[in-house]
């Protein structure tokens, strides 16, 4: 990452007749674009660059991904600045005029001491009960991003609010948090608040003393007193009544619970996390969720991305979910084929990823013996086909007061937004392929962005 075009270009072709895959950015904000997208393996960084230094460029790569080894090229006159640069955790630097053997040197060892590091981060994940999360879920971008939120929160006390849709991992990632945080020598107990009746979910979570109300014929603890220790996850929190939200809020607050029926509360250390595919800021509006308990739960947001929204990441789990299946049928199959894939990256996926687990599983099922998961394999659901009727059914398109000049300027807009929106989730809010994919540099498809308002935190990294 460099302003200075001559040296980028003769670094980069230097670097590359070596092996190396090598990224390229001008400035800082460029450079931070990349490195969100690409995950590099070590960052090699100018000092003075537009806008935003080096140093402050690498302050915020290392806070994003603190492993990643940066190295930083700085004047004769930059040492002291270097020298700061390393006490903020950047690896290495070096001065120009940059010494070519230096400078491969410099970065042999960088990746040298990353591929070390990341030889005991796969040892540690493979000696660990459950795998990470990047297994389970993916490597885009956006589930990198989850990744990171993850990391930041999990060794706080933070209680945290999941949001997303049905389907999209919720429990997947409040297992990591428990599985990162302090208290994952405790247990973890998971509770879905919409499957429980709510004549019942008070005594579930509180528990209650015998002869408390009829049928009561012993003491029986709450899930939050079985949580004692470790993480008690609320699944679908939003279904809660008024009542039993208040009592949540109470043993929230001082960490304690009292039984139905019982005369003195319990203590308990419990770690929250809570979980939701409703919206909780608009049931806050209306009245069906308290501001307050909502504001307890939402100490940290994470998001978890629907499937249609980093759909790079299907080939990754139906080829996961097919090995799943092939174990659990005794069965071979010979992979999946591209125009099948092709279809899966079509679909918009209402059910997300569960949806797509079953989707695999009928498809290995309907396979031939030894064959490969075709087209014709995938059975998706009538109601949830890519093309609705109401997707198909023309729009409206003279509405009695524009021109049709006016009318098509307007159509042209809202398809070219439409395109760009869907080519961006393609390419897991990458604008550099995305740009590459409809044929136009890099500016204008900035300007496109701009211009429409389209909404690239829904699609980005950043």
Not at 198 to 226: N, R, V
Not at 363 to 383: K, M, Q, R
Request: aromatic share 6%; proline share 5%; hydrophobic share 40%.
């Amino acid at each position: 990452m460099d302003d200075d075009p001559d040296f980028l270009w003769l670094t980069g072709m230097m670097l590359e007749q070596r092996g190396y895959q090598v990224f390229q950015a001008h400035d800082g904000e460029e450079a931070l674009h990349l490195f969100h997208k690409e995950t590099p393996g070590m960052v090699l960084l100018d000092y003075r660059m537009p806008g935003r230094d080096g140093l402050q460029i690498a302050v915020e790569m290392k806070d994003r991904i603190p492993a990643v080894p940066i190295v930083m090229i700085t004047g004769y006159g930059e040492v002291k600045i270097a020298v700061k640069a390393m006490k903020a955790g950047v690896y290495d630097y070096i001065i120009k005029p940059v010494d070519k053997d230096d400078l491969l040197f410099t970065i042999a060892r960088a990746l040298e001491r990353q591929a070390l590091k990341e030889e005991v981060e796969h040892l540690r994940n493979v000696l660990s009960d459950r795998p990470p999360l990047h297994q389970l879920m993916g490597k885009s971008s956006q589930v990198k991003n989850l990744i990171h939120r993850v990391k930041k929160v999990a060794p706080t006390s933070f209680t945290v609010l999941i949001q997303g849709e049905s389907g999209t991992g919720k429990e997947l990632v409040a297992n990591a948090i428990h599985e990162m945080s302090q208290a994952n020598e405790g247990p973890f107990v998971a509770v879905d608040c919409g499957a429980i009746p709510e004549t019942l979910i008070e005594s579930e979570l509180f528990g209650y003393m015998k002869g408390a109300f009829t049928g009561a014929c012993g003491d029986k603890p709450g899930q939050f007193e079985l949580a004692d220790g470790g993480t008690l996850f609320l699944d679908e929190v939003g279904n809660l009544s008024y009542t039993v939200q208040q009592k949540l809020l109470r043993a929230i607050q001082e960490r304690a619970v009292q039984r139905l029926g019982g005369k003195a509360p319990v203590d308990i250390h419990v770690r929250i996390v809570a979980a939701t595919n409703q919206p909780l800021q608009k049931n806050v509006e209306t009245g069906r969720f308290r501001s307050d308990l909502y504001f307890r739960l939402n100490e940290f947001t994470i998001q978890t991305p629907p499937l249609r929204r980093r759909i790079e990441d299907i080939p990754y789990l139906a080829s996961r979910f097919i090995s799943d299946v092939r174990e659990e049928l005794d069965k071979k199959c010979g992979g999946i084929s591209d125009e099948a894939l092709r279809c899966l990256s079509g679909h918009h996926w209402p059910g997300n990823v569960r949806e797509l687990r079953n989707v695999i599983r009928q498809a290995v099922l309907l396979s031939g013996e030894d064959g490969v998961i075709l087209p014709h394999h995938l059975t998706f659901s009538s109601h949830f086909t890519p093309q609705t009727e109401k997707e198909i059914r023309p729009p409206v398109l003279y509405d009695g007061e524009k021109s049709i000049k006016e009318i098509v300027t307007g159509l042209k807009e809202v398809f070219e937004k439409k395109v760009i929106e869907e080519v961006m989730a393609q390419a897991g809010g990458n604008k550099s392929e995305a740009a590459r994919r409809l044929k136009v540099d890099y500016t204008t498809l900035l300007r496109k962005i701009r211009t429409h308002g389209i909404d690239t935190i829904s699609h980005d990294a950043h």
